[in-house]
């Protein structure tokens, strides 16, 4: 039965939550742990539903995983692998963006892959197109099936000279993921640089990988034969943080976010300091609240790392529309990301968006006909409405403003957020928000 979130604003969200390891690490990391001849151990490990995912594809080719939820801690043992059936592929892929990732380490294991259409949120095309041209390049063979692709590496798989389009996440860990036991050398041109990309580099490297990372975003890797496995921590989830940060800049509350880390989160410290939020570091986490005068209007782009993240965006444009006078925000990595500014919109805000690139950033939209400019005016009056969650940021965003706004909000579809957030109503009522849950 479908859940209905009913949710009294007005509320500040004041007191404690906990962040654990980030949602753009942990899978990866745990589909890393394939590539390996011995066990890994995992820590820092948030409940949330992509983790439950990958451990269900990585059952079903045989890896033996232990999920210690309490201590968050995983081990996952590759030693018995074996290819898993269409049906159970088919079966378990879920909504996440993961299942791609299979490709490289399972033909290293079994020299072919299933891999099913893939998940995630709804907020631009997403097309594999990088993913497949890096593949075919390493020597693999791309079988495109009705709901998902074959892919295979009869004559095994070589080292390349690579260079993105786009220095794309997903698809640089692809090269990681593929590079790493394949023969001789693979230099990928272009690569992203995120700090969860960091962060795999440093699991590959304790699993027996050779792999530098250069200035000019060139990441230069020497294949070897075997690699063990490993034990890490995951970096926190730098985007669960921000988020926590906006709820309290949203609701002019005061949370304290345990477990968030400076280091990976400098462009939106910048951002929350511009306008008007404060924060304090800790060593074990960070505190976050509503200076208390006028939130200030800014200019906001979106970027890979170092910049502005995509997924900081959506929050962020909430607390904008708290900000008094016209902020403008040029989505660039994401074509569609503001399709959640209708909600909010229909709560009161004054967003409108445009075509154009309101912005200096190189961006692949501008002459294409995509709505990702947002020109927003405030500050704005929110009130209650009824909102259906279209996407993990942008359903965490109507939370928030939800909780923010006069009167009344009744949410649908927020199991979504369980993608990214974990426990996340038992957080919410733990700061104190007003909300609750029904079946419909
Ligand atoms: C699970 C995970 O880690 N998700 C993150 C990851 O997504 P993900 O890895 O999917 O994002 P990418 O960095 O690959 O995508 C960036 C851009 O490249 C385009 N592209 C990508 C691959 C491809 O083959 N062809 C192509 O055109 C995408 O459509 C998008 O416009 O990085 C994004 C950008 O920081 C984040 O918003 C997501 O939270
Ligand atoms: C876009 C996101 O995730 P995914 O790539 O898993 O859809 C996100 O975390 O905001």
Redesign the pocket.
């Known amino acids: 039965m479908a859940k209905l979130l009913t949710i009294q604003g007005g509320k500040p969200l004041n007191g404690r939550v906990r962040v654990r390891g980030a949602?753009?690490l942990v899978p990866k990391a745990m589909v890393a742990s394939l590539l390996g001849s011995e066990p890994s151990e995992l820590r820092n490990i948030p409940e949330i539903k992509d983790v439950d995912i990958v451990t269900s594809l990585l059952t079903i080719h045989g890896v033996k995983v232990d999920h210690d939820r309490e201590a968050g801690t995983l081990t996952m043992d590759p030693r018995e692998t074996r290819n898993a059936t269409y049906s159970e592929i088919d079966t378990h892929a879920g909504d996440s963006?993961?299942p791609i990732l299979f490709c490289g380490p399972l033909m290293h294991k079994n020299g072919e892959a299933f891999i099913p259409d893939l998940g995630?949120c709804r907020i631009?095309?997403?097309?594999?197109?990088?993913?497949l041209e890096v593949l075919r390049n390493f020597g693999a063979v791309v079988d495109k099936q009705p709901s998902g692709i074959r892919i295979s590496a009869p004559k095994g798989l070589r080292g390349a000279k690579l260079e993105l389009p786009?220095p794309?996440?997903?698809?640089t860990e692809q090269v990681l993921l593929t590079a790493v036991l394949a023969e001789g050398i693979t230099e990928l041109k272009n690569a992203?640089v995120?700090p969860?990309i960091h962060d795999l580099i440093q699991i590959l490297q304790q699993m027996g990988a050779i792999i530098s990372v250069n200035t000019d975003r060139t990441i230069r890797i020497e294949g070897v034969e075997r690699l063990s496995g490993y034990r890490h921590r995951s970096i926190p989830d730098r985007?669960e943080s921000a988020s926590w940060a906006s709820a309290a800049l949203v609701t002019q509350g005061d949370i304290y976010v345990e477990g968030a880390a400076q280091r990976d989160l400098t462009a939106f410290l910048n951002t929350y300091r511009k306008i008007g939020g404060e924060f304090e570091v800790y060593d074990d986490g960070l505190r976050f609240w509503h200076g208390g005068g006028l939130l200030q209007p800014l200019v906001l782009e979106t970027d890979?790392h170092p910049g502005f993240?995509?997924?900081w965006q959506q929050p962020m444009v909430v607390a904008l529309t708290q900000a008094t006078g016209v902020s403008i925000v040029h989505e660039t990595?994401?074509?569609n990301r503001f399709g959640f500014t209708h909600a909010l919109q229909r709560m009161g805000a004054s967003i409108q968006l445009h075509r154009e690139c309101l912005g200096s950033n190189p961006c692949r939209f501008g002459q294409r006909n995509f709505l990702h400019s947002a020109v927003i005016s405030g500050p704005s009056k929110l009130h209650g409405a009824d909102i259906d969650v279209p996407d993990l940021r942008g359903g965490f965003s109507h939370l928030i403003a939800a909780l923010a706004a006069e009167g009344t909000s009744r949410v649908t579809g927020i199991e979504v957020i369980n993608r990214g957030y974990e426990k996340f109503l038992d957080k919410l009522i733990g700061l104190g928000a007003d909300v609750e849950l029904s079946e419909r």
Do not use: C, F, L
């Not at 794309?168 to 698809?171: F, L």
């Open positions: 949602k753009n963006r993961i995630g631009g095309d997403r097309p594999i197109d990088y993913h786009y794309s996440v997903g698809a992203a995120e969860e985007n890979v993240m995509t997924d990595v994401y074509e």
